[in-house]
């Protein structure tokens, strides 16, 4: 049977922490978009791409849609809301685990005002065991969106329900070309690829205001052919946050180093030599140049 070769752009949307970027990990099988249990993780928009004999799927992971509380806040929430443009479907993304509330209504007002048809996606089912509670969650849900053509169950996690979901997309995408070399999983280079490693793991190992306030800039990152070496700073916004990063006799940058170290050489599969510095710039995240600086935002912003 000769099949038509299906492609298009679908973008994942969502409030903080609904588990975006799990599901793209979970269906590209690699990890391009980092997770943490923190809110507003992702910064950027990232493209994984999912190519079979079916056709090209290219998967925007885009920030959670908030309100700005600060320069970064805003730039990262344009990142967010541009990325609802230009694109065949939404795939909205909604967690029954924390039920329905002020920031998913947020959501709603960008992606109503889209015009963009919308999949509506009910993640974490595996830590949402009533059936009942979950139909009543779904039904309200999907009244707050318009335009949506399908609801979806599925754990992001666990993988349950994610099958379904592709094929149903493909169903609905166009026929098309691929729009990226079939053995691409990611629009991003390796270099912004490290500096995410970098903030995943300051992410994991430290809490309160650290999380948000941190940004990673790759100094150096160079192939030396048995070695990559890359040479980062981590930038915290207090002189106060410094000693946090570094730990007691800098036990916490070098767990940090060695995790980080650890992902990469998998992911680059190449021994990696990985030098990190912590500096201080006051106020950073309210500043323009340095926010291009320390988040990668110049090329989605320009
Ligand atoms: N139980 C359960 N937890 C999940 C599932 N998917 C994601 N999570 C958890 O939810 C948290 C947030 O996941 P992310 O994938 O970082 O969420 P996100 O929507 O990309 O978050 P932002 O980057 O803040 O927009 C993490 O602690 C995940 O482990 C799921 O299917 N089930």
């Given at each position: 049977?000769?099949?038509?070769?299906?492609?298009?752009?679908?973008?994942?949307?969502?409030?903080?922490?609904?588990?975006?970027?799990?599901?793209?990990?979970?269906?590209?099988?690699?990890?391009?978009?980092?997770?943490?249990?923190?809110?507003?993780?992702?910064?950027?928009?990232?493209?994984?791409?999912?190519?079979?004999?079916?056709?090209?799927?290219?998967?925007?992971?885009?920030?959670?849609?908030?309100?700005?509380?600060?320069?970064?806040?805003?730039?990262?929430?344009?990142?967010?809301?541009?990325?609802?443009?230009?694109?065949?479907?939404?795939?909205?993304?909604?967690?029954?685990?924390?039920?329905?509330?002020?920031?998913?209504?947020?959501?709603?007002?960008?992606?109503?005002?889209?015009?963009?048809?919308?999949?509506?996606?009910?993640?974490?089912?595996?830590?949402?065991?009533?059936?009942?509670?979950?139909?009543?969650?779904?039904?309200?849900?999907?009244?707050?969106?318009?335009?949506?053509?399908?609801?979806?169950?599925?754990?992001?996690?666990?993988?349950?329900?994610?099958?379904?979901?592709?094929?149903?997309?493909?169903?609905?995408?166009?026929?098309?070309?691929?729009?990226?070399?079939?053995?691409?999983?990611?629009?991003?280079?390796?270099?912004?690829?490290?500096?995410?490693?970098?903030?995943?793991?300051?992410?994991?190992?430290?809490?309160?205001e650290i999380?948000?306030s941190v940004?990673?800039?790759?100094?150096?990152?160079?192939?030396?052919?048995?070695?990559?070496?890359?040479?980062?700073d981590i930038v915290v916004e207090r002189n106060s946050q410094k000693p946090i990063i570094l730990?007691?006799?800098?036990?916490?940058?070098?767990?940090?180093?060695?995790?980080?170290?650890?992902?990469?050489?998998?992911?680059?599969?190449?021994?990696?030599?990985?030098?990190?510095f912590v500096k201080v710039r006051e106020k950073w995240?309210?500043?323009?140049?340095?926010?291009?600086?320390?988040?990668?935002?110049?090329?989605?912003?320009?």
């Amino acid at each position: 049977m000769s099949e038509i070769f299906k492609s298009g752009i679908v973008a994942l949307v969502g409030k903080p922490n609904v588990g975006k970027s799990s599901l793209i990990n979970r269906i590209i099988g690699e990890k391009i978009a980092i997770v943490s249990d923190k809110p507003q993780t992702t910064r950027n928009r990232i493209g994984g791409i999912y190519t079979t004999e079916h056709g090209q799927i290219v998967f925007y992971d885009t920030p959670g849609i908030h309100k700005p509380l600060h320069k970064l806040g805003q730039y990262i929430l344009k990142v967010a809301t541009s990325s609802l443009l230009g694109v065949d479907l939404l795939l909205v993304m909604v967690d029954p685990t924390d039920g329905l509330r002020e920031s998913d209504r947020l959501v709603a007002t960008h992606v109503n005002g889209s015009r963009v048809p919308v999949f509506l996606v009910i993640n974490k089912i595996d830590a949402y065991s009533d059936g009942k509670l979950l139909h009543n969650f779904s039904e309200n849900a999907s009244r707050l969106f318009e335009n949506v053509l399908e609801r979806f169950y599925i754990s992001a996690e666990k993988g349950t329900g994610v099958d379904s979901m592709i094929e149903a997309i493909f169903k609905f995408l166009p026929s098309g070309k691929l729009l990226f070399p079939e053995d691409y999983i990611t629009d991003r280079s390796s270099r912004f690829m490290a500096s995410e490693i970098v903030r995943e793991k300051v992410l994991l190992h430290t809490h309160q205001e650290i999380p948000h306030s941190v940004g990673v800039s790759v100094q150096e990152f160079k192939d030396e052919g048995e070695l990559l070496r890359i040479r980062a700073d981590i930038v915290v916004e207090r002189n106060s946050q410094k000693p946090i990063i570094l730990g007691k006799g800098g036990s916490m940058i070098k767990l940090i180093g060695s995790d980080a170290r650890r992902d990469m050489e998998y992911i680059f599969d190449q021994k990696v030599f990985l030098d990190l510095f912590v500096k201080v710039r006051e106020k950073w995240r309210d500043k323009d140049s340095m926010i291009q600086e320390f988040t990668n935002l110049k090329d989605e912003l320009s």
